[in-house]
């Protein structure tokens, strides 16, 4: 059954790059999109995890409450995160070329993914700060803890399980964003898939590329998962 | 010693303020264990954390050892909360941080040498009998444990006084007197001054020496336990006490609500009653218990014998009260909110003869 519908969608035709040649076709691209969503990842979590703490903590509540100050960050965050991810990435061309001096390539490709990824990356941190229990943070208050020791041991200590899965929510969407920015000639697996696959018709390439972005989704989010475990002792140690 | 010194706070401006605490005034001495008690909405959380310093008082004071801590600028204060240990409800603990890892945040925040506090962690662990659960995860630990655990994170510092909010709420009877009976030893071993915010009565008989009862923000009772216990006007005093449904007495017999009013009511009381009346005396329901070495109690007593005079002449010998009594019961916890309906009891039980 499942066969001939496959065979429907993807049938590998007579021009296709043969299955031989893929590997120099397809391992600089992946290393490619490895490098673009490595660095983007960086510099997500270095930017987000400090907006995302003082987001939450200039909140009502929050350790620096200041509502105005809120209003600002929370408006900003907001902005970059509702623009659709292409449209970004057109809009912005300017501001990259200004940082990167270029409109091509993984530089190019790493502004907009980063402009992308930390508000994203932010909201995901706020969210998990606060769901750490108010007794928590009081008991580290009544302890003599200083702000910052605050933040470190009660908020981020006790979230970093959450903020994990965060993280590798938010690495699989970049994953998605580098195929994006494929399309700009970012390079990368995207770019191969683009250009082979859509533009050329080649579906040897386009069933290779499905094939390895899948099973880097399902290895990051695998990854994810044990680090989750890892990190928090009541599933650690439950076997 | 803890003093609070016109203690009020306010939440909210102008029209939308309102007074959580209303001028409280108390002093709790090195070596003793005072209870607040009060209703929900009372104000004792808002007490808990003015006390700790979690909220600054609007106006008032806290006072520590006759340091006034409540005004201190925001960087003292830091200083100042590692003066008071607090002990939270059970959910406080770091999930993420073992029994010892707890007890050891308040010294790593203060920047302590790891291997003092190797030392000082084992020691606390020693102290609250969790020694063999050092490396144990909260989730891995009781409900008891877990309080055990606060109670040595609170101590991390040696802390003068020790705040408990609702320590013990939530935690089975036995788990409740072991808790309890842990704080009354560090009292005693390290003399200190413990402020015991509960909203149990019975917690309260097994802890504390003294008690105050806060509603609406007012302390508008308090006292030392044994002292509202035989105190038959103190409402509080009633409230202490366990709820008791007397049997039905015999045929033309009355029922007389007997307290304890003095300090050393003899043990054999009923037999002497018995005799001194001439007539058994039937007990149809009491209790009695030793608080801080004075016994104390209430009970229902059936007795035929004629003349009221009489029976309250002889109850009043032994140091005891005898008030006419009804089948409806006595004082006890869920007569906390309008206790005085006691007060006017109505005549005594009598049956057709
Ligand atoms: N931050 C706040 N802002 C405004 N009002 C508050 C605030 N915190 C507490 N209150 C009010 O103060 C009153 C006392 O609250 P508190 O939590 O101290 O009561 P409680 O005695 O601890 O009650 P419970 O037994 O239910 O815990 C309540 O009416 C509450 O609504
Ligand atoms: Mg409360």
Redo the contacts with the bound molecule.
Sequence with gaps: MNLPLATAVIVPRAGDTALADLPGLLVPAYGETLTMVGIVMAIVVLAGTPLGVALHNMAPGGLFENRAVYAVLSWVVNIGRSLPFLILMAAIVPFTRFVTGTNIGIPAAVVPMSLAGIPFFARLVENCLRDVPRTVTQAARASGASPLQIIRTAQLGEAVPAIIGGLTINTIAMIEYSAIAGTIGAGGIGYVAVTYGYQRFDQTVMLATIVILILTVALVQLLGDRLVRFTTPALRLHR | MIRLDQLTKV??HGANA?T?LDKLDFAVDSGEIFAVV????????????CINLLERPTSGSVVVNGEDLSSLPEKRLREARRRIGTVFQSASLFSRRTAAGNIAMPLEYLGVEPREIKARVGELLERVGLAHRANHYPFQLSGGQRQRVGIARALALRPSVLLSD?ATSGLDPDTTRSVVSLLRELRDDLDLAVVF?T?EMDTVLQVADSVAR?EH?RIIESGRVVDLLTDHDSALGRALQPHLTPAVPEEGARLWEVTYDSHDVPHDWLQRISQELGEPASLLAATIQTINGVGTGRATVGLRSGSPALVQDAFARLGLRAEPGTLAGTGGHDTVRNDTAREDAPAPLEHAQ
């Design positions: 939440y909210g309102v959580v009060g209703p929900s909405g009372a104000g004792k959380s808002t007490l808990a954390q609702e915010i909203h806060l923000g």
